[in-house]
């Protein structure tokens, strides 16, 4: 509903008003006369409605609405309001949402109170911020969208990939929030994922993103122990959700078949590969080799080394994570460690897992790293997996 | 010769005066346009309405706030008509492109106290 009403006032205030005040009609008038055949529909006219009397009233506001002249009988036109009209200024109203000038916070908050209906507060703690701040940063968000002029629109053809790459991140970018613990938001996540996908059904990382969302959701029950993360070859397997994954997988396959080959089809591609027993590691590494060609990351780098290694082949695997510029990081340190502990260079490999420890900054990275360090002290077997 | 005077406002304050304030303000800068002196002016919209524009391997990156580097310099600018903000980016990414850095857009005041 308050998509329709934003998309047909170019206003998030004035479809928020309006809303309000067809809601205070309806709670006077149904209980005496019955609810209207069609309730979603008798909300928006009515909202529209309300919404035009005033922009009547208040004249000079009238310029400042994109759509003139207001439109005359719109009162008696339900037929208006099929499916396809409100689809079309749901996706209107995302593109807007997660336009990239706005800041990417405000996006995000966005997002979620248009989008997913969630109130201020509700998003306020979701992301640890207090009612205000959230307040804040989405009245900063809508003033920049009326004053700037960020248009209520599809972006045209040459804009839509980089438009539909940003819209992708903000609902991953809320998705990890909630992948972090937080599980109403992954959930929140991957019921925008399903409209997006609905909406933009030719648009292959649209359903590559939905898949990787929906096949990470269904291992969550098995992520943690407690309070510790618990690393995808440890988890319990019994607490995966089979059904979601298989849902996730035929999304999956639906990208595949539109052609996708972007990002999020491959990580996908990764996350459902990765939950065959056993896994595929030749394919594995396959898919991350392509990934890292298409983002040029060199994490992405480390981890298709990481694939080569379970494949067998830890020679090839060192070779490749020799050739990264990843100094600083932590994880570069320990996947060499464990490569060279693998080749039976255990002196190499001490060295590597000591700079790993350096660097380690959370308390269970530190009891990982010195436990390993330890067991070379022990009798060390070259053969035993990671 | 002709000059551009870049004018830079403290954030807030013109948001602080009276209409009459305003009003008197823009009728001693007239002033200085007597001889016509001034060919146009501008004023442009609080730096909340800022987007920057840059161009990187071939696609458009846009950031929300005002451009706020020292390494590149201001080396003119530009008054365009654009539907919208989309538009505007648009002619920004060309100009981006060409120059290899940064262009701001922001909207303009419309001159409504005249």
């Not at chain 1, 908050?109 to 804040?136: H, N, Q």
């Not at chain 1, 996908?268 to 394919?283: G, K, R, Y």
């Not at chain 1, 991350?288 to 830890?314: I, K, M």
């Not at chain 2, 696609?59 to 919208?84: Q, S």
Request: glycine share 6%.
């Amino acid at each position: 509903m308050l998509a329709s009403l934003v998309g047909f006032l170019g206003d998030f205030d004035k479809a928020e008003e309006a809303a309000q005040e067809a809601f205070a009609i309806a709670a006077e008038r149904w209980p005496a006369s019955g609810a209207p055949v069609n309730p979603g529909a008798w909300l928006v006219t009515t909202a529209r409605n309300r919404a035009i009397d005033r922009i009547r009233r208040e004249r000079t506001l009238a310029q400042k609405i994109h759509l003139l002249p207001v439109p005359e009988a719109v009162m008696d036109v339900m037929d208006e309001f099929d499916d396809t009209v409100i689809k079309d200024e749901r996706l209107e109203l995302i593109f807007t949402c997660c336009h990239p000038a706005l800041p990417l916070e405000g996006q995000v908050a966005l997002t979620l109170r248009a989008m997913g209906g969630l109130e201020t507060a509700e998003i306020a703690r979701a992301f640890l911020v207090s009612e205000e701040t959230m307040k804040r940063r989405l009245s900063r968000a809508k003033a920049k969208i009326k004053q700037a002029g960020i248009p209520f629109a599809v972006p045209a053809a040459h804009l839509l990939p980089d438009r539909l790459d940003a819209v992708l991140a903000v609902l991953y970018l809320i998705y990890n929030e909630g992948y972090n613990g937080r599980v109403d938001l992954a959930a929140e996540a991957i019921r925008l994922g399903r409209v997006l996908a609905a909406l933009m059904p030719d648009e292959p990382e649209a359903h590559g993103l939905l898949a990787l969302m929906m096949i990470h959701h269904a291992r969550r029950r098995a992520r943690f122990c407690g309070e510790d993360l618990v690393l995808l070859e440890d988890q319990d397997r019994s607490l995966w959700d089979p059904a979601q994954i298989a849902a996730g997988q035929a999304v999956l396959d639906r990208a595949v078949a539109l052609g996708g080959r972007g990002a999020y089809v491959f990580q996908a591609a990764i996350a459902s590969l990765q939950t065959a027993e056993p896994i595929d590691w030749p394919q594995v590494a396959e898919m991350y080799r392509r990934l890292a060609e298409l983002t040029g990351s060199a994490v992405v780098e480390l981890n298709h080394a990481a694939a080569l290694a379970q494949a067998g082949d830890p020679a090839a695997a060192l070779h490749a994570v020799d050739r990264l510029d990843l100094d600083r990081y932590l994880y570069f340190h320990s996947t060499r460690g464990e490569l060279l502990r693998r080749l039976g260079r255990s002196a190499e490999a001490r060295a590597a897992y000591r700079q790993a420890l350096g660097l380690a900054t959370s308390t269970p990275e530190r009891r990982f790293l010195t436990r390993r360090l330890e067991q070379f002290s022990a009798s060390p077997d070259p053969t035993t997996p990671p | 010769m002709q000059y551009a005077l870049m004018i830079y406002a403290e954030p807030g304050r013109v948001e602080t005066l009276s209409d009459a304030e305003r009003l008197a303000a823009r009728a001693e800068f007239s002033a200085l346009a007597d001889g016509s002196r001034i060919t146009g002016d501008v004023e442009l919209q609080s730096a909340e309405t800022a987007t920057c524009v840059r161009v990187a391997g071939g696609r458009t990156l846009m950031t929300d706030g005002p451009f706020a580097d020292t390494k590149e310099v201001l080396g003119g600018f530009v008054l365009i008509e654009a539907a919208n903000l989309d538009g505007a980016t648009l002619a920004a990414r060309i100009a981006a492109d060409r120059v290899g850095g940064v262009v701001e857009v922001r909207p303009v005041v419309h001159a409504d106290l005249d």
